[in-house]
């Protein structure tokens, strides 16, 4: 039984504690929290929001400005509570709404934002509106609230649109009605259980502007916005005339995704925002074609932030980086939006798997490759990712240099697009396993009772207890690149960058007194020493005024 709204606690003045920084989120490190991973307070196998409250002093000693946390509200989890059937209740598996308010309350206690996704594309079917959609037949306004239509073919039996799931099969699935009949059809862009909203229904809006309130009273900082490029179809949901769509994706504006209708409920959100106190902040999930048509989420009265996918899908290569970097910036610039930059998230194969193997993979990848030479990557690309202008991402477990699962059996697999066809690759779960903590003990300190997806052997020596303290360990080099980052003033914020001369294979750009150099090469170079060595991601050699860079390395200097 979900919680009511009236079990909300009184809203919070915590925000009040979190020390005050003009635009903070221009700069600001964002560490992503995949609750059910995180950490287990209760031994029940899955992570927990008092998990997440108890680890809340890691994260400011590692360095964060604000968490993300995914979803935590009531959900079937038929996708991993992306499913939402309460938005305004925490599903039990994750505690109470007075677990969330004391995490807000404790976090903003250290100094840390909270950030809480909000999933406004589509419900649950298990959400109050839907059931009712179902129990009250066509033609019924509760229907009208998402997208129900009749079939094609003589007896309504082919789906409406030829509109494929990202998932996998038809978006579409039909219903058997009150009466036992088979009958009108919905839509879901994801699985079955997710049905899309009809963001043309004014309830709909209603409903989210209450939800964003709610949330904002509890105390929370910003909200993450799930599919922020869907929600907008386009007007009589036009058939795309083409199979494989998933391969469409990303190199076009498509009928449901990225329609430019989406903004206007973007600007109305930025008004409820901005008559709160504190400098709260929206980030969009936004897969658009180019990183210019995600500057339009981000223009002065809507978003302040959006992920930047172009990014995270650029290979360990010199000219495409350089390539990414001049663009993203760019395309912020003309909007006054930070750049981000991100390297995982809880949806794509970790960075230190997908840079152990060959480039052109995609970004889900089952080979375990080189883990040596990912790892390498790994830490490079992450001390170049913090030294360019802007916000930065950093997901659960990187810090660790974890590498994904990817050996996980079938049977323990629960990926929803695992279990469906012609869909996503559906092997999310590899970045999903719990994170370690310790070298030994149950689930290697996660919790008292094992891990909802197993944890490989070996998994104790890359935990938090193994690297703490230990020179050169990639933990150690995220909390010495995090610190150096906010005590270096030309670090940070900014939007450009000044290109140096350097080796074909090179990275090299400068920042007032500071200099990065990434060498995505596979062999050593030589460079100009440009003054003092702040941090490296591997041991440099230094004679002469010249720097002899390893492969795979970046180094920080200041002339400072």
Not at 408 to 420: C, G, H, K, S, W
Request: some cysteine.
């Amino acid at each position: 039984m979900s919680q009511q709204p009236s079990a909300a606690p009184a809203p919070t003045s915590a925000v009040a504690t979190v020390p005050k920084r003009h635009d903070w989120w221009r700069d600001a490190v964002i560490y992503q929290v995949y609750p059910r991973s995180f950490a287990d307070s209760n031994g029940d196998g899955m992570g927990d929001l008092e998990g997440v409250r108890t680890r809340l002093p890691y994260l400011r000693d590692l360095g964060v400005d604000a968490v993300w946390l995914s979803p935590f509200y009531a959900s079937p989890q038929a996708d991993a509570g992306y499913d939402v059937a309460d938005y305004r209740a925490v599903d039990p598996m994750f505690g109470t709404l007075l677990d969330a308010d004391a995490l807000i309350r404790d976090a903003h206690a250290l100094g840390l934002r909270i950030i809480v996704d909000l999933v406004p594309n589509h419900s649950s079917d298990q959400y109050e509106w839907f059931k009712r959609a179902l129990a009250e037949g066509p033609g019924s306004p509760s229907r009208d609230r998402y997208h129900f239509r009749p079939g094609k073919g003589k007896n309504g039996e082919l789906p409406p649109n030829d509109w494929e799931s990202i998932f996998g099969g038809p978006a579409w699935t039909r219903v058997t009605e009150p009466d036992g009949t088979p009958g009108e059809w919905y839509l879901h862009l994801f699985a079955p259980e997710q049905p899309d909203f009809n963001w043309e229904h004014p309830a709909v809006g209603d409903e989210f502007r209450s939800i964003l309130r709610f949330w904002l009273d509890m105390g929370v900082d910003g909200f993450r916005i799930d599919v922020a490029h869907g929600m907008v179809k386009a007007e009589g949901l036009p058939d795309l005339g083409s199979h494989e769509q998933l391969k469409l994706l990303g190199n076009d504006v498509m009928p449901f995704f990225d329609q430019d209708g989406v903004h206007a409920i973007y600007r109305q959100w930025r008004l409820i925002l901005d008559e709160y106190s504190g400098e709260r902040i929206f980030v969009a999930e936004a897969w658009t074609p180019t990183v210019e048509r995600t500057a339009n989420y981000v223009r002065p009265d809507e978003l302040h932030q959006a992920f930047n996918f172009q990014y995270l899908g650029t290979h360990w290569d010199a000219d495409e980086l350089r390539t990414v970097i001049d663009r993203t910036l760019d395309a912020m610039r003309p909007v006054g939006a930070p750049a981000t930059w991100v390297l995982s998230n809880h949806d794509v194969t970790r960075h230190a798997t997908r840079f152990a193997n060959p480039a052109g993979l995609g970004t889900q990848i089952r080979l375990a490759g080189d883990r040596e030479l990912g790892l390498r990557r790994a830490r490079a690309a992450t001390l170049l990712m913090l030294a360019l202008p802007g916000s930065a991402y950093v997901y659960q477990g990187e810090e660790l240099g974890l590498p994904d699962v990817v050996d996980l059996p079938d049977e323990v697999r629960q990926d929803p697009a695992y279990f469906r066809g012609a869909g996503q690759d559906g092997f999310r779960d590899g970045c999903r396993v719990p994170i370690p903590w310790t070298r030994e003990g149950s689930s290697y300190g996660f919790g008292d009772g094992g891990s909802w997806l197993p944890q490989p052997a070996g998994w104790g020596e890359l935990s938090v207890e193994a690297q703490t303290g230990e020179p050169g360990s990639t933990l150690e080099l995220y909390r010495e690149a995090l610190a150096v980052r906010r005590s270096t003033a030309d670090l940070g914020a900014g939007d450009t960058v000044e290109w140096l001369r350097a080796p074909e294979g090179v990275v090299a750009f400068r920042r007032g007194d500071f200099v990065c150099v990434a060498n995505t090469t596979g062999e050593s170079v030589t460079m100009p020493a440009y003054g003092r060595a702040l941090l490296t991601s591997g041991e440099i050699t230094e004679a002469a005024g010249e720097a002899k860079v390893p492969a795979d390395t970046t180094v920080w200097w200041t002339r400072a």
